[in-house]
T-cell receptor, first 112, second 113 residues
Framework: NAGVTQTPKFQVLKTGQSMTLQCAQDMNHEYMSWYRQDPGMGLRLIHYSVGAGITDQGEVPNGYNVSRSTTEDFPLRLLSAAPSQTSVYFC???????????FGPGTRLTVT | KNEVEQSPQNLTAQEGEFITINCSYSVGISALHWLQQHPGGGIVSLFMLSSGKKKHGRLIATINIQEKHSSLHITASHPRDSAVYICAVRFPMGGGSQGNLIFGKGTKLSVKP
């Protein structure tokens, strides 16, 4: 199993540009989530999904959209990038709400 | 507000030392996770526990539900243990919780040879 994969690993955007961070898992996990990690702060939940077709907002959802059309994929879209979205983004999945969490390798995003 | 506090924030140890990292939380939980973030950035799950104690190699995790406190111990520490250790808690379903994790800020451990 590849586990949780994320692309790209690094990305630089200009303010106002849009992009999609890709996330996929091959473990047939129902629960997937996106986090951002900023210096001096714990991982913060952006959006999450408890199954295909079901998504919900986390702690810091503004400026981001998600969709879950398949069990495997959970892309995160930045609609109009802002410098405040400079961060490291992690996708994660688990079997269900009670399972062990598996993380992707992360995407380092810089918005200038 | 549901909070997770870790201590210490930074820890430097000599190779071979016994290390303890602490995590406390404010309200009842259904599970607690210990995670390790490597210097390269990757995050791996070390333990998930809801009571008692778990051991894997030189790592031991304990939790005291009544005191709302967990500890991660590393015996015979080694430079390869240098990493950020993160505590995360999952609150019971219901009351707006969907089983999402709340993370501490992490403890940066450096083990010197």
């Amino acid at each position: 199993n590849a586990g949780v994969t994320q692309t790209p690993k690094f990305q630089v955007l200009k303010t106002g540009q849009s992009m999609t961070l890709q996330c996929a898992q091959d473990m047939n996990h129902e629960y997937m989530s996106w986090y951002r990690q900023d210096p001096g702060m714990g991982l913060r939940l952006i959006h999450y999904s408890v199954g295909a077709g079901i998504t919900d907002q986390g702690e810091v959802p503004n400026g981001y959209n998600v969709s879950r059309s398949t069990t495997e994929d959970f892309p995160l879209r930045l609609l109009s990038a802002a410098p405040s979205q400079t961060s490291v983004y992690f996708c994660a999945s688990r079997r269900d709400t009670a399972g062990e969490q598996y993380f992707g390798p992360g995407t380092r995003l810089t918005v200038t | 507000k549901n909070e997770v506090e870790q201590s210490p924030q930074n820890l430097t140890a000599q190779e071979g030392e016994f290390i303890t990292i602490n995590c406390s939380y404010s309200v009842g939980i259904s599970a607690l996770h210990w995670l390790q973030q490597h210097p390269g950035g990757g995050i791996v799950s070390l333990f998930m526990l809801s009571s008692g104690k778990k051991k894997h190699g030189r790592l031991i995790a304990t939790i005291n539900i009544q005191e709302k406190h967990s500890s991660l111990h590393i015996t015979a520490s080694h430079p390869r243990d240098s990493a950020v250790y993160i505590c995360a808690v999952r609150f019971p379903m219901g009351g707006g919780s969907q089983g999402n994790l709340i993370f501490g800020k992490g403890t940066k451990l450096s083990v010197k040879p």
